[in-house]
C-alpha cells in the first residue's frame, strides 16, 4: 500500500513541515548536483562507533544525518509521508513542539538503529518521519488514508494503514533485508507513540 493522501484538514498553516521539505531539498540539491555525494556523505553521516568514540567531536552527525538522501527515490518517498503525514501532527502539537519533537525522533531512530549497526553510516529523514507517524497513529487512528491498494486507492483508516507500515518494518528486518535502516524505522515509530502526548498542550490532549 502506498499511502496518496488523507482527509484529514489541517486548521493551521505547517510552516515547520514545510521548512523541513524545503531543507532536505536544498541539502540533497546541494549533496548531488553542486558537490561530491561521497564527500559529503562521509563527513555528515551518523556512524555509531564514530559518534561513540568521540562524541563532542561527532555530535552534530546525528543531525545533519537526518537531511542527507541516499538518492532521488528516497527523498521523493521520505518527503511524500512528511507531507501527507506531517501538517496534522505539527497542527496538534504546535511549531515549536512539532519541530522539536521531530529532531528528537531523529535522534531516537538513529541511537536504535545503532544498536544492530554501530559501524554502518546512516542517512535519512525517515527515522524523524517514523516519528512523526507513530504520533499519527495514536492523534488520528480513525482519520482516512487513501492509499494504492495493487492499481486502485481504497480508504484505509489511518490505523491499519500505519499499523501495516510499522509490521513491514518489523518483518524486512528479521527478514535480513539490506540497505534500509529498519531499527531506525521502529525506534522512531515507537517514539513517536510513547512520547506524542507529552509534545501536546494541555488544553488539547487527545481523550
Known sequence: MFPLYDLNRSATRPVVMYGL??????????????????????AYAFVP??????????????????????????????????????DNVEDRMGHGRFLLFYLLGGVVAALSQS?????????????????????????????????LVGFFPLPVPAL???????LIQFWQSAAGVPGVAFWAHIGGFLMGMLTVRFFIPSRILPR
Open 21 to 42: 521539505i524545503l531543507l532536505n531539498l536544498l541539502a540533497f540539491f546541494y549533496t548531488y548536483f553542486l558537490t561530491d555525494p561521497a564527500q559529503v556523505i562521509s
Open 115 to 147: 544498536l544492530v549497526g554501530p559501524n554502518t553510516p546512516m542517512i535519512g529523514a525517515s527515522g524523524a518521519i517514523s516519528a512523526v507517524l507513530g504520533a499519527y497513529i495514536v492523534l488520528y487512528p480513525r482519520a482516512v488514508v487513501f492509499s
Open 49 to 86: 562507533a564514530r559518534f561513540f568514540a568521540d562524541p563532542p567531536g561527532q555530535w552534530e552527525t546525528i543531525f545533519t544525518s537526518m537531511f542527507l538522501q541516499g538518492g532521488i527515490a528516497h527523498i521523493l518517498g521520505n518527503m511524500w509521508f512528511l507531507w501527507i503525514f506531517g
Open 160 to 166: 491499519i494503514y500505519l499499523g501495516y507500515w510499522a
